[in-house]
Each structure stands twice: as C-alpha cells, then as structure tokens.
C-alpha cells in the first residue's frame, strides 16, 4: 500500500498520475473532511484524518507536507515507521540525514518534484541512500513517473535542483506574464497576447526537447539586422544572463537555508 501523509495539491497530482496508469491501493491522511471527500469522489482512493492511520498501514510512505510541518508531522508518526517501510519526501529543503535522525528506517528517498507534475509533465528528481532493492527503488520510480521525468542525483545537488526545476515553473510565468503585458500594450488584446505568448513558449520548449541546442534555436530565428536581434540587443544591454544568475543563486541560497535544521 501507497500512504501520503498530506492530501495538497502535489499529493493529488501524484495520486492523479498514479491511478491514470492503474495504480491502486492508495490511502490519504488529509485533515481537512471536504478535501477528503473530493479525492474519495475523484480518484477512488481511500482517506483518513489520521497520519498514523495511514503510517501504519503503507510500505511506501510519501511526506507531502510544508517543510514548516515536517517536525510535528515526523514525531507523529515515528512510532508507526518500520525498518521495513520506504519513505519518500517530497518537502523542499528536507534532508535525508535530517529524516533519517526522527524515523527507524534507512530507506529514505527525498524528491523535488515540480508545479507541471499537475499536468503530467513534471520533473522529478531523487536523492537516495545506497540501501535499496531494485524492487522498492522502480515501485518510488514509477510513482514518480506517472507525472513526467525522473532523475535521480546525489543530495548535495537538491539546492541547485530547487533553484532550476523546483523553482524554474514560476521565473517562466512571470517571464510569460510580462510578455502577455507588454504584448497588451502593443495593442494586441488580453487573450490574443495571452496565446500568442504561451503557444510560443511551448512550441520552443517541444522544439528545445528534440536535442536542439538553444544557442541553435536563437541562431535560426534570428535574422542580421531583423526584428529579433533588435530585441536580444536589449536583453544583452540589460544582462539577461547575470539577473538570471542572480536569480538561481538567490533561490539557491534560500534552499540552503531551508536545508539548515537539524
């Protein structure tokens, strides 16, 4: 049995990929009664409003809870994690050494899943202890790849991970978000800038998927003299590349921050 420990939004986009492709025997701890009644009525699943409930029951226990409740949650259901049972975290800047100190099992993986997980087109990636079977390590796979893809690299990575994947959804949006303003303000209306920006971001990034490097795809746009050099000329005189830098570093940063707990 699955248990998630949390019912939030990443918690049902799991359950959401997990039951698309015929996984069964999932069981919720989830404090609110109304979220509960919606996962029962949406994906079929069985709930609880205890965590213990749902610990003892699981042989994959996933943590799908704010790192800011991870301690409270942890001495909750200590008693109830096995040797046996595996246990996934899914909360930025939670270590594995700092889970392994509260809870008597080795077998710990941790993850940093992202925002597109709820459309089935996530990136996940794994940290983990070298004590897993091949067994237990392709069940927390294909969890994991029920909602896009999976990588997995040592934990002193994750900061660099959250900076790029975990916060990277959202430095797009407002990337799109400026571009739909600024396409308004050329005269274009709210839902033709709208389309026009997220079109075109996704048709870059399917372009981008094939292998293409960006370097080409700027290449190939870009015309000596033409409308797009005219635009990049800006983004260089303003230091595209050092504010993104400075952006990854910041958030970076801020996940080693969050890391500093135990």
Request: net charge negative.
């Amino acid at each position: 049995m699955i248990g998630f420990i949390g019912g939030g939004n990443m918690a049902e986009a799991l359950i959401k990929g997990m039951t698309s492709q015929g996984m069964k025997d999932i069981f919720v701890s989830e404090p609110r009664e109304e979220r509960r009644k919606e996962l029962e009525r949406t994906y079929g699943v069985r709930t609880s409003g205890s965590n213990q409930e749902v610990a003892g029951a699981a042989d994959i226990i996933i943590l799908a809870v704010k790192p800011q409740n991870m301690e409270v949650v942890l001495t909750e259901i200590s008693g109830d994690v096995t040797a046996q049972k595996t246990v996934v975290s899914i909360a930025a800047g939670v270590t594995i050494s700092y889970l392994a100190a509260r809870l008597r099992t080795e077998k710990i993986i941790r993850v940093m899943p992202n925002t597109p997980a709820l459309v089935q087109e996530g990136m996940s990636v794994m940290s983990l202890c070298e004590c897993f079977s091949g067994e237990e390590l392709n069940m927390v796979r294909g969890i994991l790849m029920s909602i896009g893809r999976v990588m997995t690299l040592p934990e002193k990575m994750m900061n660099a991970v959250t900076a790029v994947s975990g916060s990277g959804p959202a430095f797009f949006a407002l990337f799109v978000e400026a571009m739909i303003a600024a396409g308004e303000k050329l005269g274009l209306n709210a839902d033709q800038a709208r389309e026009l920006a997220v079109q075109t971001m996704i048709g870059t990034a399917r372009l981008l998927e094939t292998g293409m490097p960006p370097e080409r795809l700027r290449q190939m746009v870009t015309s000596p003299g033409g409308t797009t050099e005219a635009g990049l000329k800006v983004f260089e005189e303003r230091n595209l590349r050092g504010i993104v830098d400075d952006v990854l570093s910041a958030a970076c940063r801020r996940a080693e921050e969050l890391g500093r707990r135990e």
